[in-house]
């Protein structure tokens, strides 16, 4: 099963701009299926990037420019002078009801890995997607699977779950901003993501595992908190004291 309905292909060496500016016209246009397969392929391809990147550089966000002298600030760059595109992803894949679960996903995917970037902005500073994006992040949370448990095991669990992580990761960006943690921490959003933290970065390591298999998890936890907001993290902890 594949989150984009068929296998992406693998990330070339040198992304060009022509290569670029093609998949980018893709989600624009065509088949419903095909530009969804392109905003998977965008933001895989701005994952990869990413993730290159702040191997490089450490902290992603001490010098915000530094991208540009990079191929993920070509892709940033590219979709953002795209901008009506962008908007389109927004206005018609998440924020409509009449939207499918694969426009969801694909919507989500690509709006996480470009706010991943530029951090808290449109369309995060829209009350109506946050309610939105809080309903999908908390929706089941008490039966999701964590660390270590079955892969789903038909299209759309595996659809479901990943919009749920991707939701709770655009809410962990807009948990970034002061204003609205305020207001999040006085609904019932922020108690249920840190209960399931609990389950997910903070698990009782089982007496029968290996010495490799607790580190491998201890390693995936780390990796997990280290990319959470402080107020989750703190909330955690709290419920487990």
């Not at 397969?37 to 702040?54: G, K, P, T």
Request: glycine share 6%; hydrophobic share 40%; aromatic share 6%.
């Amino acid at each position: 099963m594949y989150l984009a309905g068929r296998p992406l292909p693998s990330t070339p060496a040198v992304l060009d701009a022509a290569a670029i500016k093609q998949i980018i016209q893709q989600i624009g246009h065509g088949s419903t299926e095909d530009r969804i397969f392109a905003a998977h392929q965008y933001a895989s391809l701005l994952e990869a990037e990413e993730s290159r990147y702040r191997a490089l550089v450490g902290d992603p966000h001490s010098s915000p420019n530094l991208r540009s002298h990079y191929t993920i600030g070509k892709l940033l760059n590219a979709i953002k002078d795209e901008e009506e595109i962008y908007d389109a992803i927004v206005d018609n894949w998440i924020s409509p009801r009449s939207a499918s679960l694969e426009q969801n996903v694909a919507g989500l995917r690509l709006l996480l890995a470009c706010l991943d970037c530029w951090l808290f902005q449109y369309p995060l500073t829209e009350e109506s997607l946050i309610e939105k994006l809080g309903h999908w992040a908390v929706e089941k949370l008490d039966k999701s699977p964590v660390l270590g448990d079955e892969v789903p095991k038909t299209m759309q669990e595996m659809l479901e779950e990943a919009r749920q992580s991707y939701a709770m990761g655009l809410l962990g960006i807009a948990l970034a901003n002061e204003e609205y943690a305020d207001e999040a921490v006085q609904t019932p959003l922020v108690p249920a993501c840190c209960k399931y933290l609990q389950r997910t970065v903070f698990p009782v390591t089982s007496s029968g595992s290996s010495q490799q298999q607790q580190q491998q998890q201890q390693q995936q936890h780390a990796t997990i908190q280290n990319n959470l907001p402080p107020i989750l993290i703190a909330g955690a902890q709290q419920g487990l004291e």
